[in-house]
Each structure stands twice: as C-alpha cells, then as structure tokens.
C-alpha cells in the first residue's frame, strides 16, 4: 500500500498531452518537495522532475511537474511512443521519516 | 562517467542472509546521501533505506527495520546492505540511488542497474 497515490494508467495519442496525478498529505507531498521518475523495465529509473517542478539537465521541457497542497501532477506533452513506461512521483514523509514512492502509472501512447 | 553498479544478488532461502554492495564512480562518493529502492516482481519502487553522506543519520522504512542494516565506506567509495531473516516479500530488484545534493531534496539522480534478490525455498 503505497503511502503516495497515482492512477494505474493513462492514455493518450501521439502528439497530445497527458498528465499523471500524485495524491498524498501534509506529512508528504504537502511539506516536501515532488519528484518523478520515468521508467522501463529492465533498466534504472531516470528522474524526470525535482523540487516540484525542475528538469534535470537533458531532460526535453515536453517534461513538467507542478504541485498544489497535497497533490503533484506530471505533465508530458508532444507525446511520443518511446515515452511509453512507468512514471513514478516521490518524496519524502516527514511522519513516517521515510522515503515514499507512488504505485506507478503506466503510459500508454496509442 | 557517473555510475552505480549493484552487486551481491541471489537466491537465499527464507530466514537467510546476503549482502548487498554498490560502488560509486565518476564523482566524489562522500559527498551525497544515498539510498537503497527496490522494486518487487510486477510491484512499484519501493524506498528501503537512506544514509548521510557522512553515515551518521540512517533511516529505514518500516517493512525492513530491524533486519536490514545500511552502511557506507567513503575510502572505498561504497555503499552496503546487510539483509536478515530475508523473507519472500523481500524478493525484488534492489537499486542504489545518489540523492540529488540539495537541501530537502529526497530526489535521486543517479541510480544503478540493479540486482536481484529472491528469497525462496
């Protein structure tokens, strides 16, 4: 049961937009930064967002992430196929004093 | 380049024990947080554990507390850890991750390939 909650899945059409919502409370997503990972399986998870809404460098700006009281959304646009993969949000739960994860929604690109 | 490899996956029968490595290359080890996440067969990442860069603050989550024990050595640029009493629900792929350097950051930004673990009889 994760602490943090997304959707299963979403879908959308190449070229589109899609966004992903992360549900969590104050002792999370409401006191501490958001982050998102991009990722395939087989292979490491890439961050795509930190501090609630900063790309790394190398990551396109079709990548965003903003964040309202208890809530964080990902928004990717321009899709693509190859961004077909499981997209986690993070943070950290100041009650718990741990790490905390979303369950991870699939993208889908139809 | 900047890089975290994995090592020490297997299988372990339930009630065992293993030891899990990751060595850090390609940038200055003692400066960052890492962490240990994990991701269970068909399940989602799961956060394990967290130690400073200087190894004085350590937390772990829940579900492993009391059995898994996180450690870093800074003169051999890596980190460790050491699981007991391994249960089945500890089977996944276990990642090491490098925290992003900024303050109130739980982000990571580097993470290695992974290895596995399977606890099974």
């Known amino acids: 049961q994760s602490v943090l909650t997304q959707p299963p899945s979403v879908s959308a059409a190449p070229g589109q937009k899609v966004t992903i919502s992360c549900s969590g409370s104050s002792s999370n997503i409401g006191n501490n930064y958001v982050s998102w990972y991009q990722h395939l399986p087989g292979t490491a998870p890439k961050l795509l967002i930190y501090?609630?809404?900063k790309r790394p460098s190398g990551i396109p700006d079709r990548f965003s992430g903003s964040k309202s009281g208890t809530s964080a959304t990902l928004g990717i646009s321009g899709l693509q196929t190859g961004d077909e993969a499981d997209y986690y949000c993070?943070?950290?739960?100041?009650?718990?004093?741990?790490?905390?994860f979303g369950g991870g929604t699939k993208l889908t690109v139809l | 380049q900047v890089q975290l490899v994995e090592s020490g996956g297997g299988l372990v029968k339930p009630g065992g024990s293993l030891r899990l490595s990751c060595a850090a290359s390609?940038?200055?080890?003692?400066?960052?947080?890492m962490s240990w996440i994990r991701q269970a067969p068909g399940k989602g990442l799961q956060w394990v554990s967290y130690?400073?860069?200087?190894?004085?603050?350590?937390y772990y989550a829940d579900s492993v507390k009391g059995r898994f024990t996180i450690s870093r050595d800074n003169a051999k640029n890596s980190l460790y850890v050491q699981m007991n009493s391994l249960r089945a629900e500890d089977t996944a792929v276990y990642f090491c991750?490098?925290?992003?350097?900024?303050?109130?950051?739980?982000?990571?930004?580097?993470w290695g390939q992974g290895t596995m673990v399977t606890v099974s009889s």
């Open positions: 390609g940038f200055t080890f003692s400066d960052y947080h």
């Open positions: 130690i400073t860069g200087s190894g004085s603050t350590i």
């Open positions: 501090g609630n809404n």
């Open positions: 993070g943070t950290w739960d100041s009650s718990l004093s741990a790490g905390a």
């Open positions: 991750a490098r925290r992003v350097d900024i303050v109130g950051e739980n982000a990571f930004d580097i």
